[in-house]
């Protein structure tokens, strides 16, 4: 069943370098806020726990399930609403950087670790081997991670729309220098241009919510995380956070599910019609060169 339209909320996040306990008590806050004003989802950042790329996540990540996505999955219980979080998993001697996507009874119905890691990251995280999406009252729902969505790294997100996506979630961590002031755009066409190019490709819906503040710790400390997150469909922007590097605020976006009528070689077939077959050739003027 789908719900026509929903409303999404992306909760740009104040998160700390290896600050657990007050990274996740300010995601029940926003998860509360966000069941508050409607939202049917709400998407956090990656890593919320001890953020991106901080060196506490080599001996302080939790295990999935464990304490941590516990702790969400309850508030997504007591709030009656989906929540899609960015978490530091520890399996063995591994760690990944991960996301999951908890359902309004508070249970774990996708868990996904992140498959284009950074060079940076790669100290911290290893590589993830599997994608996924789950079929949902709200629709089919898949998740990736922040720089799944590269322009080189685009395949991610077509496997996903392939699978039946219609909307795709990304808890992110998007970065920027520090010496950008608000009125700048940093990102220019880096995040929007693969969103639009997935939702205009198969007619599915990218959600992007990231962190803000600076980066203490690790390779990019001192560079800092400013907000704008992005809800896009193939009709172009829905909505976009603000810039604000200091302190947290929910967006909220309203989404109409696409109806994806097509399946396996339909998809091909459907491209083709479109002229949109050869995609490599169609992605992204200015999209970035790699950097976070």
Same mark, same amino acid.
């Given at each position: 069943?789908?719900?026509?339209?929903?409303? =999404?909320?992306?909760?740009?996040? &104040?998160?700390?370098?290896?600050?657990?306990?007050?990274?996740?008590?300010?995601?029940?806050?926003?998860?509360?806020?966000?069941?508050?004003?409607?939202?049917? #989802? =709400?998407?956090?950042?990656?890593?919320?726990?001890?953020?991106?790329?901080?060196?506490? $996540?080599?001996?302080?990540?939790?295990? =999935?399930?464990?304490?941590?996505?516990?702790?969400?999955?309850?508030?997504?219980?007591?709030?009656?609403?989906?929540?899609?979080?960015?978490?530091?998993?520890?399996?063995?001697?591994?760690?990944?950087?991960?996301?999951?996507?908890?359902?309004?009874?508070?249970?774990?119905?996708?868990?996904?670790?992140?498959?284009?890691? &950074?060079?940076?990251?790669?100290?911290?995280?290893?590589?993830?081997?599997?994608?996924?999406?789950?079929?949902?009252?709200?629709?089919?729902?898949?998740?990736?991670?922040?720089?799944?969505?590269? %322009?080189?790294?685009? @395949?991610?997100?077509?496997?996903?729309?392939?699978?039946? $996506?219609? =909307?795709?979630?990304?808890?992110?961590?998007?970065?920027?220098?520090?010496?950008?002031?608000?009125?700048?755009?940093?990102?220019? @066409?880096?995040?929007?241009?693969?969103? %639009?190019?997935?939702?205009?490709?198969?007619?599915?819906?990218?959600?992007?919510?990231?962190? /803000?503040?600076?980066?203490?710790?690790?390779?990019?400390?001192?560079?800092?995380?400013?907000?704008?997150?992005?809800?896009?469909?193939?009709?172009?922007?829905?909505?976009?956070?603000?810039?604000?590097?200091? $302190?947290?605020?929910?967006?909220?976006? @309203?989404?109409? #599910?696409?109806?994806?009528?097509?399946?396996?070689?339909?998809?091909?077939?459907?491209?083709?019609?479109?002229? &949109? %077959? &050869?995609?490599?050739?169609? /992605?992204?003027?200015?999209?970035?060169?790699?950097?976070?």
């Amino acid at each position: 069943m789908n719900m026509g339209t929903i409303k =999404i909320g992306m909760g740009q996040l &104040l998160v700390e370098g290896g600050e657990p306990e007050r990274n996740l008590e300010r995601a029940a806050s926003m998860i509360r806020d966000a069941a508050g004003q409607g939202c049917s #989802i =709400i998407v956090l950042p990656e890593t919320l726990d001890l953020a991106w790329t901080h060196p506490s $996540a080599k001996n302080e990540a939790e295990p =999935i399930p464990g304490p941590r996505s516990d702790f969400l999955c309850q508030v997504a219980r007591e709030q009656g609403i989906y929540v899609c979080a960015g978490l530091t998993e520890r399996d063995g001697d591994k760690a990944y950087n991960s996301a999951v996507l908890v359902d309004n009874q508070g249970e774990i119905i996708l868990k996904y670790r992140k498959i284009n890691v &950074l060079s940076v990251g790669q100290e911290f995280y290893a590589i993830g081997d599997q994608l996924r999406v789950v079929h949902t009252p709200l629709g089919c729902i898949g998740v990736n991670i922040c720089s799944d969505n590269y %322009h080189d790294s685009l @395949e991610i997100g077509h496997v996903l729309a392939r699978m039946g $996506a219609q =909307i795709i979630l990304s808890p992110s961590s998007w970065t920027s220098d520090f010496f950008y002031i608000e009125g700048q755009d940093p990102y220019g @066409e880096k995040w929007f241009g693969p969103y %639009h190019h997935l939702a205009s490709m198969f007619n599915l819906v990218v959600v992007g919510c990231t962190s /803000v503040g600076y980066i203490v710790g690790g390779p990019y400390e001192g560079k800092k995380m400013i907000g704008c997150s992005m809800a896009v469909d193939r009709n172009g922007l829905i909505i976009q956070g603000q810039y604000n590097e200091f $302190a947290g605020e929910l967006v909220v976006a @309203e989404v109409t #599910i696409p109806q994806r009528e097509e399946k396996g070689t339909e998809i091909g077939e459907m491209l083709q019609h479109k002229g &949109l %077959h &050869l995609m490599r050739n169609i /992605v992204l003027l200015g999209a970035g060169s790699g950097k976070k």
